[in-house]
Nanobody, 115 residues
Framework: QVQLVESGGGLVQPGGSLRLSCASS????????MGWYRQAPGKERELVAT???????NYADSVKGRFTISRDNVDNTVALQMNTLKPEDTAIYYC?????????WGQGTQVTVSS
């Protein structure tokens, strides 16, 4: 069984930064890819950023140039550095990991961008 635990969410003013972290109970290089998704109130869950086992990253157009996904194989974590945050970034952010057709999700962490 895989457990993913997110941390680092909170309230931040527009233009500010937050760093989310996802701790995995399994070696992160066992996964085909890992990533972050988000779900705002009344909206569907959407991809934010992913990184595959080869280190190739993919970002939603709305966060390109502002967000960076990274891995730490020592701590077995995947982080999402979020800069220049906007009110429209407000959502619950979920960590995701995939092994073949099996998907695992964390419990989510709330990010609120408001003045």
């Amino acid at each position: 069984q895989v457990q993913l635990v997110e941390s680092g969410g909170g309230l931040v003013q527009p233009g500010g930064s937050l760093r989310l972290s996802c701790a995995s109970s399994r070696n992160i290089f066992d996964f085909n890819d890992m990533g972050w998704y988000r779900q705002a109130p009344g909206k569907e869950r959407e991809l934010v950023a992913t990184v595959n086992v080869g280190g190739i990253t993919n970002y939603a157009d709305s966060v390109k140039g502002r967000f960076t996904i990274s891995r730490d194989n020592v701590d077995n974590t995947v982080a999402l550095q979020m800069n220049t945050l906007k009110p429209e970034d407000t959502a619950i952010y979920y960590c995701n990991a995939r092994i073949l057709r099996y998907y695992y999700w964390g419990q989510g962490t709330q990010v609120t961008v408001s003045s």
